[in-house]
């Protein structure tokens, strides 16, 4: 149980367009989601805290308007990168709480911005 | 502001040897995570530690809460190639709301 599944798992992009990131629970409801990004060879860095039916929590740093998200239901978030330049190009993580069962991960979405 | 600190930050290790990732952390939790992350791929849940004194072991790996120290550990016992990976702590902000902040990783490579 407690899957999260993450989609893509990986997209190019060109500089000046959006991204759009899926991620969604399969078999539990989560009011709430996170979004971390994590650079090469490096740790994963919290950028906010998605809430279902209301804004987002973003943490110092992330700029909620070109990282955009929505958490309209229960089962799903997105994250969309504006605008994206060959500086957002990463790999971003999704993950939900489930209640007793800690955090579960989905599996990541590599960007490349060309 | 939580720190989590990992060491080391890479260890190359000797198959069927001992080893011991530290995780240290600056300020008060009893939630602890140990996580596993192949090259290209998501996190992989390895142990949660909720109480102090928690151990938890499976296969080769055990992990231990020391919450008065602020200190977890990860045990490897006999380690094998397949035990090459990354491996992260994470520690969450319980009274902040759920938040988890993790330490910088260990690189682990284990040669034969």
């Known amino acids: 149980g407690a899957v999260v599944s993450q989609h893509p798992s990986w997209v190019i992009c060109k500089s000046g367009t959006s991204v759009k990131i899926e991620c969604r629970s399969l078999d539990f409801q989560a009011t709430t989601m996170f979004w971390y990004r994590q650079f090469p060879k490096q740790s994963l860095m919290l950028m906010a805290t998605?809430?279902?039916?209301?804004?987002?929590?973003?943490e110092q740093g992330v700029e909620k308007d070109k990282f955009l998200i929505n958490h309209a239901s229960l089962t799903l978030s997105t994250l969309t990168v504006t605008s994206a330049h060959p500086e957002d190009s990463s790999f971003y993580i999704c993950?939900?709480?489930?209640?007793?069962?800690?955090?579960?991960f989905g599996s990541g979405t590599r960007l490349t911005v060309v | 502001e939580l720190k989590v600190e990992q060491n080391p930050l890479f260890l190359s290790m000797q198959e069927g040897k001992n080893y011991t990732i530290y995780c240290n952390y600056s300020?008060?939790?009893?939630?602890l995570y140990w996580y596993r992350q192949d090259p290209g791929k998501s996190l992989e849940s390895l142990f949660v530690?909720?109480?102090?004194?928690a151990v938890k072991q499976e296969g080769r790996l055990m992990a231990s809460l020391d919450t008065k120290a602020r200190l977890s550990t990860l045990h490897i016992t006999a380690a094998v190639h397949d035990l090459s990976a990354t491996y992260f702590c994470?520690?969450?902000?319980?009274?902040?709301?759920?938040?988890?902040?993790f330490g910088g990783g260990t690189r682990v490579l284990v040669k034969p």
């Open positions: 300020t008060t939790s009893d939630r």
């Open positions: 994470a520690v969450d902000w319980g009274a902040a709301g759920n938040k988890l902040t």
């Open positions: 998605s809430n279902e039916g209301s804004k987002a929590t973003y």
């Open positions: 993950s939900a709480l489930r209640s007793g069962l800690g955090y579960t």
């Open positions: 530690l909720l109480s102090n004194g």
